[in-house]
């Protein structure tokens, strides 16, 4: 089979070059791991940006192009025709590409505000979704779609358990520049007895002197998440959903506290050592009222917690493709 996975724009928020990679096993993208691992040996895959010009061969049956444009006629389609065409991202600029082959099996992920199809394209066989939520409000406005929760792996070939010092409480991996990823509560809030680690770009909010807070790539970020005991996710649920750093954190086990209010697959895979029998618990569920309090019993047993155990018996890129596969056999008939 043919797979075409249309992965967005040049990043134009930071330097292009972070994601240029020479080698597969470099490569921080998620995504592109996915994209990737979902193809068999005699499978052919290509994965597409807009907005730049590069071509990168990472193996025999992938290909990583820049484009500067997805609008047809475009000389690299010519001779590509995808059975499969994954968009990653609701971004009109798809379309194009979308109506030239009709015939394809379309997927779709957009998450956060844009969970749903974009006004101009809507004929999509799969739909992903990040909360059952999510899942029953596309289901009606997309009733002739395979609209399924979708759980997202994380990179795993830089989000693994690393062994250091134990030097702050808690991770709050989290980009400054986007005001409702929860700076404003975890900094207004937080106990002075808590030592925070914020891995992000700096935010507007002044942050207490119990807060560290600085940008590290992302293929050093397993190495200073294993700094922290445990990890936090605030985000304001009615804009974003399932964040990747709640996969990232548990590959990297370690303990999460999430917000109730967070949109994610929590109902599914998430377990807890106060209300669950596991052995391999990922971290609890916390509301606004008693976070502090939830993070405070956390840091007391974090080391009960065996979430990367959990992690590669549900959450895996192996389970992702898997779970993919399936779907894409199942609208296939």
């Known amino acids: 089979m043919n797979f075409l996975m249309l992965r967005g724009q040049v990043p134009t928020d930071r330097d292009p070059k972070e994601i240029v990679f020479d080698k ?27 907005g730049g010009t590069r071509n990168k061969r990472f193996a025999h049956n992938f290909v990583e192009r820049w484009l500067p444009t997805f609008q047809i006629p475009l000389p690299a389609v010519m001779n590509f025709y ?25 997927i779709y992920y957009g998450a956060g505000n844009r969970f749903m199809p974009q006004p101009g394209f809507s004929d999509y066989d799969i739909i992903l979704q990040d909360s059952p939520e999510q899942v029953e409000e596309c289901k009606k406005k997309h009733p002739n779609a395979l609209v399924t929760l979708f759980v997202k792996p994380a990179a795993e070939n830089i989000f693994y358990p690393i062994k250091k010092k134990k030097e702050y409480d808690v991770c709050f991996p989290a980009n400054g520049a986007q005001p409702f990823k929860g700076h404003d509560f975890v900094y207004s809030t937080v106990p002075k007895d808590i030592s925070v680690l914020n891995l992000g770009n700096p935010s507007s909010v002044p942050h207490p002197e119990n807060v560290t807070s600085y940008r590290v790539l992302r293929s050093e970020m397993a190495e200073h998440i294993a700094k922290c005991k445990v990890g936090i996710v605030v985000v304001q649920g009615n804009i974003d959903s399932c964040p990747r750093v709640i996969s990232e ?85």
């Open 249 to 333: 954190m548990i590959a990297c086990n370690t303990p999460i506290i999430a917000m109730d209010n967070v949109r994610f697959w929590k109902d599914k895979y998430m377990e807890s050592i106060v209300d669950s029998s596991s052995p391999c618990s990922t971290g609890e569920i916390a509301y606004r009222w008693n976070f502090w309090e939830i993070v405070r019993s956390v840091l007391k047993h974090w080391e009960l917690y065996q979430p990367r155990v959990y992690y590669d018996h549900y959450l895996s890129m192996d389970k992702a493709v898997g779970f993919l596969m399936e779907k894409i056999k199942e609208v296939s008939k």
């Open 82 to 106: 995808p059975d499969v065409i994954f968009c990653r991202g609701g971004f009109q600029e798809y379309h194009d590409v979308l109506n030239r082959f009709s015939d394809a099996i379309k």
């Open 24 to 50: 597969i096993e470099e490569v921080d993208d998620v995504w592109s791991q996915l994209f990737y691992s979902m193809l068999n040996y005699a499978d052919y895959g290509e994965l597409w940006y807009w």
